[in-house]
């Protein structure tokens, strides 16, 4: 169904939208970094403006895919929920209303009267945004939405995203921080056995344009079903080959009995950078051959979108816990929780996680492994 990934385009790009007028416009921004104490704590929303900044555009994306394709109504699921409630029990349930002016006036009531800031909030979910992707609009897919469930990150490395470090780099480079590694992450899986089949990631703070003061976004989207595997991108050049050091991004957080493992495989050169869709990104840009992580500290959410787009590639993303135990790699699914656990963990990638293009560095990385860890 092309018509769903020319959509999960558009919303992507009204996702960063959204994500750049928060950031560009004052009244927006003055809320972004605000940090409420005392007592004006107690009488806002417990929720702070950096979460809503998340559920708008979360909502924003269950809204216009449902009205599209309303078969998907209670299989598309995010990491926020759009609840908020204050010290008053006053609770505002956030979602997206049919008119500018409802959701304007419903998100006044969230943002305790900012009648400016709600107005440009109101009006950015509300823009019609067109995407033109000459290859995704002659796709043809053998999917229908009613077999299919989606995931959101509306805004994975939020830390990111907040602290606004503007850091820059040539295509081709890695960005170990700063907001390039904020991104919007959508994914579609088969509700029948979980798998990732449809993956679209927008970058929005990409670059500069010109001036130096606004900055520009760019989207990556890969579908894999059945006989069909096309993206945006072509599989990097050179990724095939199994010898030599291997390039592996972690998280500074990793144990250190991890980075000590990987070090002799990557000649003692082990590369760090934030957000985890941003880690996956750079495996699916050739920037590096594998991504790494031990614990269950990602979520379906941050894997679904960069996992499609990685197997419309070739490769994939495995449990790591269960390819040390020797068996062949097991492929991350995303249709049903965790058993024992409760509220976000019921969805968290236990066991950790590795990332890869190639399958024989990915079968290197785990011979290593297999015994020390």
């Known amino acids: 169904m092309a018509e769903l990934l020319r959509l999960l385009l558009r919303v992507s790009e009204k996702a960063a939208n959204i994500a750049r007028v928060c950031r560009r416009e004052a009244p927006l921004f003055e809320l972004l970094i605000q940090e409420k104490t005392g007592d004006d704590k107690n009488k806002k929303f417990v929720q702070d403006f950096k979460t809503l900044a998340d559920v708008v555009i979360q909502e924003m994306i269950k809204h216009d895919v449902v009205a599209q394709f309303p078969e998907m109504k209670g299989f598309i699921h995010g990491e926020e929920s759009n609840k ?19 959701t ?18 109101a009006g950015a979910i509300h823009q019609d945004l067109q995407v033109k992707d000459e290859a995704a609009e002659g796709l043809e897919l053998p999917l229908n939405p009613s077999d299919l469930g989606i995931w959101i990150d509306p805004i994975d490395a ?26 919007v992450l959508i994914g579609a899986y088969l509700r029948a056995n979980g798998e990732p089949v449809i993956g679209v990631i927008n970058q929005p703070f990409a670059r500069r344009d010109p001036s130096g003061k606004c900055w520009t976004g760019r989207h990556f989207w890969g579908v894999s079903s059945g006989t069909v595997n096309a993206s945006s991108l072509r599989r990097p050049a050179g990724c095939s080959s199994a010898e030599g050091e291997l390039s592996v991004v972690l998280s500074v957080s990793e144990k250190q009995a991890m980075k000590d493992a990987l070090g002799p495989l990557c000649g003692g050169k082990l590369m760090y950078v934030s957000g ?27 894997s679904c979108a960069p996992h499609a787009i990685l197997r419309s590639l070739g490769g994939g993303v495995v449990n790591l816990a269960e390819c040390l135990k020797g068996g062949p790699p097991t492929e991350l699914d995303y249709h049903q929780p965790s058993s024992g656990h409760t509220g976000a963990e019921l969805w968290a990638n236990h066991g950790g996680i590795v990332a890869y293009l190639d399958s024989k560095r990915l079968a290197r990385l785990i011979g290593a492994l297999s015994g020390t860890i």
């Open 84 to 102: 908020f409630e204050n010290g008053l029990g006053e609770s505002v349930t956030v979602t997206v209303c049919g008119t500018e002016e409802e």
């Open 104 to 121: 304007a006036a419903l998100l006044t009531t969230v943002l305790d009267g900012h009648a400016t800031a709600t107005a440009l909030l």
């Open 158 to 183: 939020t830390s990111q995203y907040i602290e606004g470090r503007e850091e820059e780099v040539q295509l081709g480079e890695l960005c170990p921080s700063g907001l390039p590694c904020a991104l």
């Open 276 to 302: 985890a869709g941003y880690k996956i990104l750079c495996v699916i840009l050739g920037l590096a051959d594998l991504y790494v992580l031990s614990e269950g500290s990602t979520f379906k959410w941050d």
